[in-house]
């Protein structure tokens, strides 16, 4: 069995010596506390950022879960050590370790839904902006989480302007920039101006797809890890749930339960949330993730043409 990395081992004995006074590895990434007998992940590595802001999730995640209805906290992962090693190299991770089931059955899917939907509910902040105090990364995409007033800027600047952005200094794409011009000019004032002053920034997970997602072997509670967040409207959590699916209707009729639908215009906004995923996955693994982007733009654009042709003829005929 391998050893503890020696800087490791320095960061458990100082940050964790309440859950022990030695400890040995048990595996990739696992580490046995002892006299407790306490099972922890941990590991040391980089990138730096990265694994920073994974830490800051988890912890920003669970003081919102410790404001829900009790049970809600076992939804992530106790944090007992987070931070950048002292070299500044490498940043470092302590959480407990949980053996998990990747399937979520029927009572996991309502509690997951309950559980979410309360941790967006109580999970606000200070400053009510939409942002976070550090950079995440949804896959080995860095987000750009910088403190933004209205959400309508802060999904359209820094979520799907700034991944097209990123998309068009590797090979110029005149389609995307051209529909991104469009998105900008019919869709946003559509979907998500009305919303600026209406929503409160809760904080997300933020990449909340079936993989990041399981269910406690021991406890047989469901369980969400590997987070990207930052806060945002609650329903962008949504969006890649319905990309990649793995979420049935128990979940989604218990997270509805706690908060209803964003009316009108759910299902195309949701749709627009989706979208975001689409383009990252466009910028990290290039394929047909780009024409499912393409052809998501391409629909809310018709619609939002669609939905204001209707309206004005509606305005009119109340003349």
């Not at 800087?7 to 696992?30: M, V, W």
């Not at 600047?157 to 097209?164: A, P, Q, S």
């Not at 529909?179 to 004032?189: D, S």
């Not at 406690?216 to 990649?244: R, T, W």
């Amino acid at each position: 069995m391998s050893s503890i990395d020696p800087a490791l081992l320095r960061i458990l004995e100082k940050d964790c010596a309440s859950l022990g006074s030695s400890f040995s590895s048990a595996g990739p990434c696992r580490v046995l506390a002892q006299p407790s007998n306490r099972l922890l992940f941990a590991k040391l590595t980089t990138p730096v950022d990265q694994v920073v802001g994974e830490g800051q999730s988890l912890r920003a995640m669970k003081d919102a879960l410790e404001q829900c209805p009790r049970g809600s906290e076992s939804l992530v992962p106790a944090v007992h050590a987070a931070g950048v090693a002292a070299d500044g190299k490498k940043a470092y991770l302590v959480t407990d370790y949980l053996d998990m089931n990747g399937r979520v059955g029927s009572r996991g899917q309502r509690l997951l839904g309950q559980r979410l939907a309360n941790m967006h509910k109580f999970g606000g902040n200070d400053r009510n902006l939409f942002g976070f105090d550090v950079p995440t990364h949804c896959g080995a995409t860095e987000q750009d989480n910088t403190w933004t007033e209205k959400w309508s800027d802060f999904w359209a600047d820094r979520r799907i302007g700034e991944v097209i952005k990123r998309i068009a200094a590797r090979s110029e794409d005149h389609e995307l920039s051209t529909l991104e011009g469009q998105m900008r000019e019919k869709v946003y004032p559509l979907l998500l101006e009305p919303l600026d002053g209406k929503i409160s920034p809760a904080v997300l997970h933020g990449d909340l797809w079936s993989g990041n997602v399981g269910e406690d072997a021991a406890s047989g509670e469901p369980v969400i890890f590997d987070p990207s967040s930052y806060y945002g409207h609650n329903e962008a959590e949504l969006g890649i749930m319905h990309m990649f699916g793995g979420f049935t209707n128990d979940f989604f009729e218990a997270y509805h339960a706690v908060l209803p639908r964003c009316q009108p215009y759910y299902d195309e906004r949701i749709k627009l949330y989706e979208l975001y995923h689409h383009l990252n996955h466009a910028l990290m693994f290039g394929g047909s993730y780009r024409g499912g982007a393409v052809s998501i733009m391409k629909s809310l654009v018709s619609f939002a043409e669609r939905e204001v042709r209707r309206n004005d003829a509606s305005a009119r005929s109340e003349l």
